[in-house]
């Protein structure tokens, strides 16, 4: 069983910052992606940003430019560092892991940008 837990939301300004962690615990497996979705209430759960294990990255055009995604291969743990930060990103923040058949998801953590 596999556990993805998230850390590092809260409540920040707009134009601040924040930078949420992901760390896999349990039968650890070498993902071939791991990622950060988000939800808004009323919105459907979109992808913010990827990361695969060789290093290609992806990302939503609403957070280029503002946001970067890393990753810890060795540790199995992602990593978003979200700068100037919108209201319009307030939203629920999911990690997400791949491997070839399965995807893992964390529970999710909240993060508040105020006006």
């Known amino acids: 069983q596999v556990q993805l837990v998230e850390s590092g939301g809260g409540l920040v300004q707009a134009g601040g910052s924040l930078r949420l962690s992901c760390a896999a615990s349990?039968?650890?497996?070498?993902?071939?992606?791991m990622a950060w979705y988000r939800q808004a209430p009323g919105m459907q759960r979109e992808l913010v940003a990827a990361?695969?294990?060789?290093?290609?990255?992806n990302y939503a055009d609403s957070v280029k430019g503002r946001f970067t995604i890393s990753r810890d291969n060795a540790k199995n743990a992602v990593y978003l560092q979200m700068n100037s930060l919108k209201p319009e990103d307030t939203a629920v923040y999911y990690c997400?892991?791949?491997?070839?058949?399965?995807?893992?998801w964390g529970q999710g953590i909240q993060v508040t940008v105020s006006s």
């Open positions: 997400n892991a791949k491997t070839s058949a399965v995807a893992y």
């Open positions: 349990g039968m650890i497996f070498s993902f071939n992606a």
């Open positions: 990361r695969s294990i060789g290093g290609y990255t």
